[in-house]
């Protein structure tokens, strides 16, 4: 791996840690394609661990305004979605599965903004936290499914209680590939490399984070979940 590569890499791993920062998602939104198409040795398994670091800096820095109630509830539907995830892998085409993911999405922000307000109660965090597990596992895009359940709360909360479950949902995936033999030192290696990029996003975003208050949080949040639906579309159907 050339110095070129690992710079290109780092610099898109902070422009996406930024985002994140700020809004509370977006990270492998970001860079997971951008960074398979720059070397696929950098998918899956060092943006995971690289989330890890980024989501446990954000939910310390934000650490009182974390939802745990709604992280509990939702990692109850995170886990078996990881599984629903694979088997969709198994028996489902990808890119049909895929296309029907980006409509899915694309329709709850288009109701989000026009009528529909979701409620943070148990029941949706578990139906968040499930589909977070397929998209995620069936499409690397785990994120919208709790950003649009929480795009009416405060900035801090949103921000804090989506990297919790983030760290935890990473966490988990991390085991289970190391348990399935999938880490390999080139990852590691991959992996420390970005991580001071990452550092460097962390402490951008204090700051960008006020680009986003207020209002603006919901519209970033909706903006993200848009852009990731219509990513999904045009993959599927191109």
Do not use: K
């Amino acid at each position: 791996m050339s110095w070129t590569v690992i710079a290109l890499a780092g610099s898109i791993m902070l422009a996406a840690a930024v985002v994140q920062g700020a809004v509370g998602y977006g990270l492998n939104l970001i860079s997971g394609p951008l960074l398979a198409l720059l070397d696929p040795v950098f998918v899956p398994v060092p943006i995971l661990f690289v989330a890890c670091v980024l989501a446990a800096a954000l939910s310390l820095r934000e650490r009182r305004a974390i939802d745990w109630r709604g992280v509990g509830w939702a990692m109850v539907g995170r886990l078996p979605g990881n599984l629903l995830g694979l088997l969709a892998l198994v028996l489902l085409p990808v890119t049909g599965f895929n296309l029907v993911i980006g409509l899915t999405v694309l329709a709850c922000v288009v109701l989000s903004v026009v009528t529909w307000r979701p409620r943070v109660t148990p029941p949706g965090l578990v139906v968040a936290g499930t589909a977070s597990g397929v998209f995620g596992t069936v499409s690397a895009i785990g994120g919208p499914p709790m950003a649009l359940l929480y795009q009416n709360q405060a900035g801090p909360t949103v921000r804090a209680t989506l990297n919790a479950f983030f760290l935890l949902a990473a966490v988990s995936s991390v085991a289970t590939l190391a348990f399935a033999g999938q880490v390999r030192g080139e990852h590691l290696v991959a992996a420390a490399a970005l991580v001071p990029f990452i550092v460097v996003g962390f402490l951008i975003s204090g700051p960008a984070r006020r680009l986003v208050a207020g209002p603006r949080l919901r519209v970033a949040v909706l903006a993200i979940a848009a852009a990731s639906a219509v990513l999904l579309i045009i993959r599927s159907v191109v």
